[in-house]
Each structure stands twice: as structure tokens, then as C-alpha cells.
């Protein structure tokens, strides 16, 4: 019962973060410059809400569990989204809801098998001419539609397939193996964007994997430290609420203060673009790393000079110290997280946004069982040169810790190597539809 109340969990999550901030975004009309700011606004106060929630969390939720239970912390937080229902469908008469057009899986499945396929049986190249006809007549486009600024430009006025990935222009051929597999230029065209922002998402993964480490390895860190705040101890569970309360601070003052300077000296609408916001991130998930890597060091030095290396009693050193470590890792992730929505929201197809902003999470889910994975590997490979295991002691004063947040500094460098060279050639929607 507890694992399947835990996969439904999972299911209901993933389907509110996954729908939740292109809904919110579509409010906004992304015509006019007015509704872009307020929509980047959006964006920044959602991973502010996210923030405020997580505090409640690592808080008052952490504090009853462990005075009051597990089942009155599970039943507050089923009372909790028991509530945000009718408040959710209390504005329904006000949303702005976009018609379901069916899965863009769909879609993007038919393309690369059309693809493929087509790749395979045509037997010369003519075959794989696009025959504009086949595509259906579209009415032509009013002028209020051009000024709402929407994708009906390509979805009403077929033009010729680009050049970039030539492989998916085969999927449009004038007679198709099967009708169902029968392309458009405009569905070949939105496979094309979504295969080209999976790079970005792709390098987010790693930032992710270090976050892991705020549940895990941090925790452990803290809890052989002094916690305790004048007369309160602050449980080891309860640390997330640095890099909660950092958000938090962050994201108004990244709204109010740094985006409008920006906006100034750049004299740009955005200010900071969405690929240099998830770039500032990535590198502040890299400082992290290292200031991880050296809080480890003071930290083991202070048990070895005070003889507490195999004692269970907490170290003379305040946890304050691994604060340091959230702050980075914690701005960092409103950072990516923020622009990663953002970006993936305005360069994704319509029909896609939803797919797309869910893509964001999954870097999440795919950057913690990374994490597993370079634990297992870090721990075989040091087991196997005849030494001891880096994650591997009696306690964790024994683990050689600062060598893994060492590694994961340097894998986050190269991550940012790797994202510099698809995130520099990249061109913005806008900017292709303008050549």
C-alpha cells in the first residue's frame, strides 16, 4: 500500500508540474512586450511558490513527523492538495485554455519513423522531393491573427522544409508508404525544434546531479555537526530550507532589481537571455561543488584534530557551514530552473509547450539517478585500484568525500564546456523567423 500511495504520488506530481507552467504562461499575451515580461514573471514566482511549499515541508511538515507521526504529516499534506482543487477550478471562467490538438508524441513519433522509412525505401532522390500539394489548404490569415502572434503563420502558410537536419525532410515524400504516416511540413518542422533544444536539456542533467546531493550526502555532512541554534536543535531533514529560503530571497530580487538593470545596460527586452540564465547557473553549480569540496576538508580536519573521527558525538563546527554549499547550489537552481521553463516554453511549438516544460523535470528525475550511478561507478573503480572505497566507512568521517564533490566539480565544468558549444550557434525562434 505505502509503495503504491508512493507511485501515485510520483504520477500526480509529474502530471501538475508537467501542466501547471505552460497553463500559467499561456495567461499572458505573448504578442506584445508587456505580456512577455509578466510571463518571464510568472516563471520566477513559480519556482518562488515551489520554494514556499518546500519550506513548509522541511519545516512545519518535518517538525509534526517527528513529534506527532508520519500518518499526521502524510494527512495535512492530502488535506493541503484536497483544498487547492476547488481553489484551482474557482478561476476556471477566467483561464485562457488552449484546444487539445492531440499527443505531440504522436506526432513526433510518426515523423522520424516517416523518416526512417522513407530513408530506406526510396530508391532515388526525386522520391524524397517535397510535393508542397500534399500538404492540405490552409485559409489565409487575418490581420488580427498576425498581430496575436501566434504559430498560425506556419500552420496556415506551408513554406518549404529548412535545411538544418535533412534527414527528417524525408517524411515528406509524395506518396507515403502508409497514409497514416503522412507528413506535413509543419509537423516535420516542430520535430526539428524539439530535437534541437534537447541539447539544453541534456546539459541540465548534471546541475541536477549535484542538487542530489543537497538529500544525501549534505544531510550526512550535517548531521555529525553541531546543529543546534541557541537553545534549539534543527534536525538534519530540515537543511533544504537554505537553499528554500535563498530561492525565496533570490527571486524577487532577480525580478525586480537585476532584470531591470539588465534590461538597461543591454537595452534589450529580456535582459538576460534564457540560455545565459541557465549558463550562470550551471556555473554557480560548479562554485558549489568546489565549496562543497572544501567545506569537507575544514570539516574532516576538525574531527581529526578533536579526536571525534569514530565518535557519534557532533563535532565542534556549527552546520552553518554547509549553508554555504546550498546557497550556490540553491541559486543555481532558480538560475536553470526558471530559464529552463522559460526557454523551453517560448522556443517549443504550440502544440509541444506542454511536453516541452515537462522536460525540465525529467532533468531533474534523470540528474538524481545519475547521481546513483556515479556513486555505484566511484565506488567500484576506487574499490578496484586496491584502495579504499571513496563512499565507503564505518561513518561518514572516514568517507573521502571532498575527492567526490572534487569529481563532480570537474564533471560540472566539462558539462558547461559541453553546454557553451551547443548553446553559443543557437538561434532563438524569433531570430530564425526574422532571416
Known sequence: MLFLGLYLVALGVGGIKGSLPPHGAEQFNEASPQGRKQRSTFFNYFVFCLSCGALIAVTLVVWIEDNKGWEWGFGISTIAILLSIPIFLAGSSFYRNKIPSGSPLTTICKVLVAALINACTCKSPSNAIVNMSTSPSYPAETGKEVEEGTDKATEFNPQPPTESLKFLNRALVNKPVHPVLECTVQQVEEVKIVIKILPIFGCTIMLNCCLAQLSTFSVQQAATMNTKVRSMKVPPASLPVFPVLFIMILAP????????????????????????????????????????????????????DSGLLDSASPLPITFFWIALQYLFLGS??????????????????????SLATSLSFASLAMGYYLSTVIVSIVNDVTDHSGNKPWLSGSTINHYHLEKFYWLLCVLSALNFLHYLFWAIPYKYRSTRANE
Open 332 to 353: 543555481a537552481d532558480l538560475f536553470t530552473l526558471a530559464g529552463l521553463l522559460e526557454f523551453f516554453f517560448t522556443e517549443a511549438p504550440t502544440s509541444m509547450r
Open 253 to 304: 530580487v532577480y525580478d525586480h532589481v537585476i532584470i531591470p538593470f539588465a534590461r538597461k545596460v543591454t537595452k534589450s527586452e529580456m535582459g538576460i537571455t534564457h540560455l545565459q540564465r541557465i549558463g550562470i547557473g550551471l556555473v554557480l553549480s560548479i562554485i558549489a561543488m568546489a565549496v562543497a569540496a572544501l567545506v569537507e576538508i575544514k570539516r574532516k580536519r576538525v574531527a581529526t
